[in-house]
C-alpha cells in the first residue's frame, strides 16, 4: 500500500487514483497522522500531497516529521516537497515568479524518479519555492523560472517535486509516479476482486447485524452501491426507491424490473408525485425548487423509514452511493482544501441519526462502471447519461405543472430513443430535453397553431464541468425534430442548443 498525505490540494484524491490505474493499493490519510500509526500500517511508500498553503504562514497543516525519518521512501509532490524541505533545513521563500501552467523541465543526474525520462513537458502550479534544498540533497531537474523543479536524496530515500507528477498535463507523469513505486518494492496487487472483498469485510464489520435504508435512483452510483450492500448483507438492506413525478417516461416500471432481476430481497417502491408536485405549486425560481425537492425527499425519506422501522424493526445506517467527486465538491475530504460547492448527494435527513455506509466513497465514476462490471451489471445499466437528482423540474422551466412534464417526459423519450435507435446515444456524454415557458405560432392542417417551443440539447464532456454541444447529424436531428411534432400534442417548435458550458451549464435551471 502506498500511504497518500492530504494536505489539501485539489488533485490529492488523483495521486491515489493515479497509484491505483498503477495496480497498487494507495489509501489517503489526514495530515495528522503520526509517524508511529503510520508505521503500523507498513506502507511501501508514502507521498505527501500538494496543498494550497505556503509553509511559512503560521497556520499552515503540518506533519509528524518523525515520518520522514521512518526509513519508507517518501515523495513530496509541490507543499511536499517545501514541507521537506522545511523540516529538513532548508530554505523555502516565494519564488521571483509565479509559475501557473505548463512548463518544461531539464533533468539532470541520475534520480531513479526520472530513470528513462530526459527533457520532459510538466504541469506546475506555485507560488514558493524552494531556495535551498536540505542538506546532502541533489537538484535534479529545473524549470526557466524554478531552479529546484525537483530534488532527491538517495541516502534518504526521499524525493520531491515542485511540478504535478498525477495531472493529464504532464505527459510522462505517470513513469515518474511508476518509477517511485519501483524505488518502493510496491507490489502490483490491487485489483477490483480485492476492492470488492475489502468493500464487502468492511460493511459486515460495520453494520453488522444491523439494519441499512438507501434511496436509489436508478442512476449509477446508487445502483452500484447497493448491489454491492446487497450482496454483502442481503437480508438487511432496505431499498426506497421514490417516484418524485419528475422522473423520464417508464422510469418507475424500469427501476422496479431492474432490482427485481437482481432480486433485492427489501425492495420498495413509493409513489409520492402529489406531494412534489403540490410542494412545486406556484414556484418559478430554479433555486427554490431545488430547495422544495430536497425538503420534500427528506420528509418523504423520513416518512418511509418510520413505516419500515415499525415493520421490521430499528434501522441503524443509512446507504448511499457518495464517489469522491461528490465529496470533493463539499470539500469533505480535508479540512484544509477549500468548499467548491454542496452537492445533493451528501444531504443527510437531518432528524435522522443513521450512521453511514458509502462503499464507493473513494472512487471515480469510470471505476464505479468497472466495479458494476465486475459485479456483473449491464452495460446498459452502467452507461446510462447522467440524470440530475431533482430531475426533469430543472428541465421544465419556470413553475412545473403535470402538463408540462407529460409534454416533456414524452419528448425526451423519443430523442433518447431515437439516439440509441441511430447508435448514438453513446457518442455523447449526456443528451436532455427542456420545456420552455413560452409557446411560438405556427400552423397545422389548415389551422393556426400556438404550442410550447421545446429545446434539445446534447454535450460532450469529460466531467461535466466544462462541456461543448455535440454535432449530431443533419439528418438524425431533422427525423428527431419531425417525430416530436408530429407526436407529441403541445409542442410547435423544436430548438438545438448550440451553446458552451461555460458560459452555459448543462441543464437549463
Ligand atoms: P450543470 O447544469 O451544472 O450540470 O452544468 C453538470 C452535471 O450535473 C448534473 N446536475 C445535477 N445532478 N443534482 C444532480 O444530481 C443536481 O441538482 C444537478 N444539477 C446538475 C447535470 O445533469 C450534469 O450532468
Redesign the pocket.
Known amino acids: 500500500m502506498i500511504a497518500v498525505i492530504n494536505f489539501g490540494g485539489q488533485y490529492c484524491h488523483l495521486i491515489a487514483r493515479k497509484i491505483r490505474e498503477l495496480g497498487v493499493k494507495a489509501e489517503i490519510f489526514s495530515n495528522l497522522i503520526s509517524a508511529e500509526e503510520l508505521n503500523e500500517l507498513n506502507p511501501a511508500g508514502i507521498i505527501l500531497s500538494g496543498g494550497p498553503a505556503s509553509v511559512n504562514e503560521l497556520n499552515a497543516p503540518k506533519m509528524d516529521a518523525e515520518i520522514l525519518k521512518l526509513g519508507i521512501p517518501v515523495l513530496g509532490i509541490c507543499y511536499g516537497l517545501q514541507l521537506i524541505t522545511k523540516e529538513l533545513g532548508g530554505l523555502v521563500k516565494p519564488g521571483k515568479t509565479k509559475e501557473y501552467g505548463k512548463n518544461f523541465i531539464e533533468v539532470k543526474g541520475n534520480d531513479p524518479l526520472f530513470e528513462g525520462l530526459y527533457n520532459e513537458q510538466v504541469w506546475i502550479s506555485h507560488f514558493d519555492a524552494v531556495k535551498k534544498p536540505p542538506k546532502n540533497f541533489v537538484v535534479s531537474s529545473s524549470t526557466s523560472g524554478c531552479p529546484v523543479a525537483s530534488m532527491f536524496s538517495e541516502e534518504k530515500n526521499i524525493f520531491g517535486l515542485q511540478f504535478h507528477p498525477e495531472v493529464h498535463h504532464t505527459p510522462n507523469g505517470k513513469k515518474i509516479l511508476e518509477n517511485f513505486l519501483k524505488i518502493c518494492k510496491a507490489k502490483k496487487d490491487w485489483k477490483i476482486s480485492s476492492v470488492l472483498n475489502e468493500m464487502q469485510k468492511e460493511i459486515k464489520v460495520k453494520v453488522k447485524d444491523k439494519k441499512v435504508i438507501m434511496g436509489v435512483s436508478g442512476?449509477v452510483d446508487s445502483l452500484v452501491a447497493s448491489v454491492i450492500i446487497h450482496k454483502t448483507i442481503p437480508n438487511q438492506l432496505f431499498c426506497v426507491f421514490i417516484d418524485n413525478g419528475l422522473m423520464r417516461k417508464n422510469e418507475k416500471e424500469y427501476i422496479e424490473k431492474l432490482y427485481k432481476k437482481m432480486k433485492f430481497k427489501h425492495f420498495f417502491s413509493v409513489n409520492a408525485e402529489k406531494e412534489f408536485l403540490s410542494a412545486l405549486k406556484g414556484v418559478f425560481d430554479p433555486e427554490e425548487k431545488?430547495k422544495i425537492i430536497g425538503h420534500t425527499f427528506i420528509k418523504v425519506f423520513e416518512d418511509v423509514a418510520f413505516d419500515l422501522q415499525n415493520e421490521f424493526g430499528k434501522i441503524s445506517f443509512l446507504g448511499q452511493g457518495t464517489i469522491y467527486p461528490d465529496r470533493i465538491e463539499s470539500a469533505e475530504p480535508s479540512e484544509t482544501a477549500s468548499k467548491i460547492k454542496s452537492?445533493?448527494?451528501v444531504t443527510l435527513p437531518e432528524k435522522m441519526h443513521f450512521d453511514l455506509v458509502e462503499p464507493l466513497r473513494e472512487f471515480y465514476k469510470d471505476e464505479v462502471r468497472k466495479i458494476g462490471q465486475k459485479l456483473k451489471i449491464q452495460k446498459e445499466f452502467l452507461n446510462r447519461?447522467?440524470?440530475?437528482?431533482?430531475g426533469l423540474s430543472?428541465r421544465v422551466l419556470g413553475e412545473v405543472t403535470k402538463e408540462k412534464l407529460e409534454i416533456l417526459r414524452e419528448v425526451d423519450f423519443i430523442f433518447i430513443d431515437e439516439l440509441k435507435k441511430e447508435k448514438f446515444y453513446y457518442k455523447t456524454w449526456?443528451a436532455?430535453a427542456a420545456l420552455l415557458p413560452v409557446k411560438a405560432v405556427g400552423v397545422k392542417g389548415d389551422e393556426r397553431d400556438y404550442s410550447y417551443i421545446v429545446a434539445l440539447r446534447a454535450v460532450n464532456?469529460v466531467d461535466?464541468?466544462t462541456?461543448d454541444w455535440t454535432r449530431i447529424p443533419d439528418d438524425l436531428l431533422e427525423k428527431i425534430s419531425s417525430r416530436i411534432l408530429n407526436e407529441v400534442n403541445g409542442v410547435g417548435r423544436v430548438l438545438y442548443d448550440i451553446s458552451q458550458?461555460p458560459p452555459?451549464?448543462?441543464?437549463f435551471e
Open positions: 442512476g431545488r452537492h445533493h448527494n447519461h447522467p440524470f440530475p437528482g431533482p430543472v449526456q436532455l464532456s461535466g464541468m462541456a458550458k452555459a451549464t448543462i441543464e
